[in-house]
Nanobody, 115 residues
Framework: VQLQASGGGLVQPGGSLRLSCEASGSFFSSAAMGWYRQAPGMQRALVAR???????DYVDSVKGRFTVSRDNTRNTVTLQMNSLKPEDTAVYYC??????????WGQGTQVTVSS
């Protein structure tokens, strides 16, 4: 399995970015997908996740600003990030967990929120 993330970049506070992650393989629809982030000097932490059935979960700090979604026809999970804050600056990683517990990580994409 390969997870290819894209969409990071530099944005001003209050701006928006959309991250996408495309997965290879034929079992995307049965996998739970998520986005994690890691800021300098910090541990990698969950931002948002979406189950195979479409239920979602968010860390409190992004609720109301970020939206995670999936398109099983395109093997893609997306993180729409609005009202971005400087504290959202981090490397964002796409994550997959298959039903048997096997996990995969994407390569990470940098998000920088700065004026």
């Amino acid at each position: 399995v390969q997870l290819q993330a894209s969409g990071g970049g530099l944005v001003q506070p209050g701006g928006s970015l959309r991250l996408s992650c495309e997965a290879s393989g034929s079992f995307f629809s049965s996998a739970a997908m998520g986005w994690y982030r890691q800021a300098p000097g910090m541990q990698r932490a969950l931002v948002a996740r979406i189950s195979s059935s479409g239920s979602t979960d968010y860390v409190d700090s992004v609720k109301g600003r970020f939206t995670v979604s999936r398109d099983n026809t395109r093997n893609t999970v997306t993180l729409q990030m609005n009202s971005l804050k400087p504290e959202d600056t981090a490397v964002y990683y796409c994550h997959m967990r298959r039903p048997g517990g096997t996990e995969y990580w994407g390569q990470g994409t940098q998000v920088t929120v700065s004026s």
